[in-house]
């Protein structure tokens, strides 16, 4: 699967005798075809598009090149070097190549072989863990090397570390030369990658500067999470809904991640302190929602996709995704739901292109613009004027990048966009304790630093995930004010609705003589605690009227009617009956 295996930016190789001199050094940029350099990846190796396609050079060119040093040596040597072959073995195969002289040579992995020697704990089930180049170049010779990922000085600390664990004996030459003979040669190499990357672009907004305000229109929080985004985020409903209320917002929304628990009583919230509730959820969207078996190679690949409801249909769609993504996308603690079923529930609903964990945020960091760009235009065609890109400024250099190349495509296919910042808490003040629910949710110590990879934990990368004022808000976004102003665009297209409603119970049919289930419910109780007690004293008269108008105001007189219709009933027939169960089995009237 080629699709399944990264491009490659960089190619670097360098050919050795069996004394150890050097016969050829060769470092080349490849200049990328039908592909864009994720930033992600540039970020690693400081090549960008721009530069690689300045710079770099035919891949088959390169390719032949290093096909005829490889016709020239006996032994490969890379550190995890299968995954050395296996990139190069698909560019082999995508410019029609054979692999065979490369694929058939002998190899030695300073990876695998360098594991004994450095003595490192922590490798799957008690054993050794294989070094990082790093690694093992610092047990070899008491320091660091520069410029790791450039492939140039990568592919040198590799050789040097080869040579270094003959000196020490710890693998043989390839050949019979004494150990004595052998000496590295080093290469004359060039100023590495991230000499030349290109100066960083300023954001161009400000976290920290005195507020400065460009537009009128309110703004208000389209992505926010409550305490029902499980172990993720720590708002109340009910203190996000005074949060707005108090920071004059005429509306909020609620989109939690993967559910809609939340859901009635944030819409009775917004309700009782006037302003307008925006449901949503951010869904966890895989490629099929039913299957359920993966590989380490062939993972499950979900994303996030925030939508809000315009009404009360849009509402009943959404608890519909929600509801299928727990009965037939549940994978771990992941209620996945996938692109069908959003087309068969996209009605009265708005979409937005999300956060970095969304699609196309994703495939714009990690994959490439052309793809990010389909995707976009597959959203934009499903959703039409209903689709809106998110910006979000957190002070992220990621996000930074996303919104640039959003705005990009907001223009050429006139798409809209909003200002926003998704938020887990309601105060800065509460990063730290928001941290402290991350590290519970993964198991982690807080003592454990933030990052990916062994020896790091998940976590935020910095305190502006709270609610912020419609002042700050503004202020971010002063040199987008356009983005302020889509705001109220998406909340006129919301209708207010309330999901309250009158318990929905059969009708009881009771005897004439009685104008409400209240009065027949009254009657038979009395007359039941006439037959269960010798005598009614007060007390006894007291808990049943106390039962009795609890049962009143709450609406459930027909539900003790019919549960003692078919109890009396079963008793005639010689049936039996239970004690009873739920919140009224201690109950005396039920009694």
């Keep these: 699967d080629l699709d399944n295996w990264p491009r490659v930016v960089q190619l670097a190789w360098q050919l050795h005798n069996n004394t150890g001199k050097l016969i050829s050094a060769q470092n080349y940029i490849i200049k990328p075809v039908g592909f864009d350099i994720p930033f992600k990846a540039e ?36 550190h995890n070097i299968e995954f050395d072959i296996n990139i190069i073995g698909a560019e082999f195969i995508r410019t029609q190549f054979t692999t065979e002289e490369f694929v058939g040579l002998s190899r030695l992995d300073t ?68 150990v004595a003979e052998i000496e590295y040669e080093e290469p004359n190499l060039e100023t590495a990658n991230f000499a030349k990357k290109e100066k960083k672009k300023d954001s161009g907004y400000s976290l920290t500067d005195a507020p400065s305000i460009t537009s009128d229109k309110p703004f208000v929080h389209l992505h926010s999470h409550s305490q029902f985004s499980v172990l993720q985020a720590t708002p109340d409903v009910k203190s996000m809904v005074k949060k707005a209320k108090d920071l004059n917002m005429p509306a909020v929304a609620l989109t939690d991640l993967g559910n809609m628990y939340a859901a009635f009583k944030f819409v009775r919230e917004a309700t009782n302190h006037e302003i307008k509730a925006i449901l949503g959820c951010e869904f966890f969207v895989s490629e099929e929602r039913t299957k359920t078996k993966f590989t380490k190679d062939n993972p499950d690949k979900r994303y996030h996709q925030v939508l809000l409801a315009k009404n009360k249909n849009g509402y009943h769609n959404l608890a519909k995704l929600s509801s299928f993504g727990f009965l037939e996308g549940l994978y771990g603690i992941y209620p996945r739901i996938d692109k069908a079923l959003i087309q068969e529930y996209k009605q009265d609903l708005i979409a937005t ?6 699609e196309i945020p994703h495939l714009i960091l990690n994959v490439g613009e052309k793809q990010a760009e389909e995707a976009f235009k597959w959203w934009h065609q499903l959703f039409a004027e209903d689709f809106y890109i998110e910006l979000n400024r957190h002070g992220l250099s990621e996000e930074d990048h996303v919104n640039e190349v959003l705005l990009r495509f907001a223009k050429k296919y006139n798409v809209k966009y909003f200002a926003a910042n998704e938020n887990y808490y309601l105060d800065k003040e509460e990063a730290d304790a928001h941290d402290v629910l991350l590290c519970i949710k993964e198991g982690e110590y807080k003592s454990t630093p933030i990052g990916y990879g062994r020896g790091t934990r998940y976590g935020l990368p910095n305190q502006e995930f709270y609610f912020k004022s419609q002042e700050e808000m503004k202020s971010i976004f002063r040199d987008l004010p356009e ?52 005598e009614i004293t007060q007390p006894i008269r007291d808990r049943l009227d106390f039962e009795l108008e609890t049962i009143k105001k709450t609406g459930y007189p027909g539900y003790f009617l019919i549960v003692q219709d078919f109890t009396s009933k079963a008793r005639e027939m010689g049936v039996s009956v239970g004690p009873g169960r739920g919140s009224a089995a ?4 039920a009694y």
């Design 111 to 178: 990876a695998e072989a360098g594991t004994e020697f450095c003595q490192l704990s922590g490798g799957p089930g008690g054993r050794m863990k294989a070094p990082k180049l790093i690694e093992l170049h610092q047990k070899l010779f008491g320091k660091g090397f520069g410029d790791a990922h450039d492939a140039a000085y990568d592919v040198a600390a590799t050789a040097r570390c080869y040579f270094g664990l003959v000196k020490q004996k710890v693998v043989k030459p390839f050949d019979a030369t004494p």
């Design 353 to 358: 292109t999300g956060t970095l964990h969304s």
């Design 43 to 78: 970020q690693i190796h400081g090549i960008s598009t721009k530069r690689a396609l300045e710079e770099g050079h035919d891949l088959s060119t390169v390719l032949q090149l290093f096909r005829d040093d490889l016709a020239k040596t006996s032994l490969l040597i890379g």
């Design 586 to 589: 201690g109950s005396a009237v």
């Design 483 to 534: 983005a302020i102003d889509t705001i109220s665009e998406i909340i006129d297209k919301i209708e207010p609705y309330t999901l309250e409603r009158n318990v929905l119970l059969p009708k009881f049919d009771i005897p004439k003589e009685f104008k409400t289930e209240d009065d027949y419910l009254r009657y038979l109780t009395y007359e039941g605690a006439k037959k269960k007690y010798s």
